[in-house]
């Protein structure tokens, strides 16, 4: 208040604090704006008027506050945490769906599930996710703890909590990120909901509430929320300090490489009333029905490259519908400098080979010879790409054989390198002229590993030669290999 007249910061034994406001006589309080630190935070607030008789009566109730700016609005709608709008186009929007009617005795456990690979940071989440929890008791965690000497010990207060279900392995007997969350996955006990996070990751308050209640307002009977969560990084003394000014974020496949993984991005959510369609799954964020971790086994054999649109090709072929969700509940550490599993296992180029022959096959082969963890059997492929706005499928001609071309790297004429970003490949026709290029990012074939790499979708019907262009890191190029197209 402008003159100052607060007073209070007391705290009663049932644990709520309080502050109390005057007022000149014949003013009434509109709104409350409540600036929340991002460590600790109310997730209720309780405005009381005192009466002519002396009681205090309450005027409203505000529920779901997070950190940082909360606008509330004593005769309208409260503005939990603001989310920045597209500045452009303004979409049309949708309104949300009538939520499903929860029953206050209805099972609403959650399977939090995490792979955690020499991770510091996965005391603190577990942690904060208890703290933030409006139900910690409903909630169960599925760990996959692959530890080193460092991180060996750190959950050893938890062992006898019946909550959690935790396998551990040391680091060096692990075989990849893929490898560990389908450990977590055999974890599941019939829970209804589960979600699947990183194990450097913070969560809002009620996280576990309002990701069921926005799970439950798309009235779909296997919805799937996903999306990469907007970060928080750990400021010098030690706090964890929350970007709250990103939005909410969709994804968008920013591209399909020729191994068939793919190159995803995040950009504003056209429209927050309700979860909208995602094209692909973000792995350190899914919120779904827990039957998922039997409908849609995660593939140990996919190492880490190609996780995710994996991933959401065998969920949306099962039946499940990709959404974003429109309110941001959990926030991830990107600038983490923990290790990494291909920091420790020379195995790493190998294993990318046998994850993007796995992906061929998914997408261009046999995928019933993966068993259950081939292709769904509601939807179709291409059913998938339409909604996704991609191309898997081997392209093909009027006889259904498939177009595609393979090119040869010439490995004895570029440097070996750790430091390549991608192989540019131009070609050219009889004159020299540029009719396509492409670019090829497969760790394998950056590291030479591979020297053969079969191309789709690149027209190239009057080139007759194909030049190799390495390109590193720091955006310097190396010396240009030259070869014959037709030989191939």
């Known amino acids: 208040l402008d003159n100052g007249a607060a007073w209070g910061g007391r705290c009663d034994t049932d644990g709520r604090f309080h502050m109390t406001m005057t007022t000149a006589a014949g003013v009434a309080v509109e709104s409350v704006n409540l600036d929340q630190s991002q460590t600790h935070w109310a997730r209720t607030l309780d405005l009381e008027a ?12 505000f529920d779901q506050l997070g950190p940082g700016q909360n606008e509330l609005s004593v005769f309208g709608q409260p503005a939990v945490v603001p989310q920045r709008q597209p500045t452009q186009r303004q979409p049309t929007q949708r309104q949300p769906t009538q939520p499903r009617s929860l029953d206050m005795f209805a099972d609403r456990r959650i399977l939090v599930l995490i792979a955690s690979y020499r991770d510091c ?3 603190k989440t577990i942690s904060n996710a208890l703290a933030q929890a409006a139900y910690p008791e409903h909630v169960r965690f599925g760990i996959c703890h692959q530890h080193d000497e460092v991180t060996e010990h750190q959950l050893d207060q938890w062992i006898d909590d019946p909550r959690f279900s935790i396998v551990s392995v040391p680091h060096a007997e692990s075989h990849g990120c893929c490898w560990a ?3 977590t996955f055999e974890l599941f006990d019939d829970e209804p909901y589960m979600l699947q996070i990183d194990a450097h990751t913070r969560f809002a308050a009620r996280w576990d509430v309002r990701y069921i209640e926005m799970l439950e307002s798309t009235g779909l009977d296997l919805p799937l929320l996903t999306s990469y969560p907007p970060s928080y990084t750990i400021a010098d003394d030690g706090t964890d300090e929350y970007d709250i000014e990103a939005g909410v974020q969709r994804l968008v496949i920013e591209e399909v490489r020729d191994d068939l993984t793919t190159m995803q991005k995040t950009d504003i959510a056209p429209d927050t009333a309700a979860p909208g369609p995602s094209p692909s799954i973000a792995a350190g964020q899914i919120f779904t029905r827990g039957r998922f971790c039997r409908d849609v086994a995660y593939d140990p054999g996919i190492y880490f490259a190609g996780e995710e649109i994996s991933l959401a090709a065998r969920a949306f072929t099962a039946g499940y519908d990709l959404l974003y969700p429109n309110e941001n509940l959990i926030w991830h550490r990107y600038d983490h400098e923990f290790p ?6 020379d195995s790493h180029a190998a294993s990318h080979q046998a994850a993007s022959d796995r992906l061929r096959t998914l997408f261009r082969g046999d995928s019933g010879s993966l068993g259950r963890f081939g292709l769904g059997s509601v939807r179709s492929l291409a059913a998938f790409e339409h909604a996704a706005g991609i191309r898997l499928r081997a392209p093909q001609d009027s006889n259904g054989a498939d177009t595609g071309l393979v090119i040869e790297i010439d490995r004895t004429g570029i440097e070996p390198r750790d430091d390549y970003l991608a192989f540019i490949v131009l070609f050219l026709d009889d004159a020299g002229h540029e009719v396509a290029r492409t670019s090829i990012h497969a760790p ?4 030479l590993a591979r020297g053969s790499v079969p191309l789709h979708d690149v027209a190239t019907n009057d080139a007759s030669q194909y030049m190799i262009i390495p390109r590193r890191r720091d955006n310097t190029l190396g010396e240009a290999t030259l070869r014959d197209l037709r030989s191939t």
């Open 50 to 61: 005192l009466g002519d008789a002396g009681a205090w009566q309450l005027v409203r109730r």
């Open 121 to 123: 940071e996965l005391p």
């Open 181 to 183: 969350r389908a450990r």
């Open 340 to 345: 990494k599993h291909w920091d420790d296992h």
């Open 444 to 447: 394998d074939v950056l590291s």
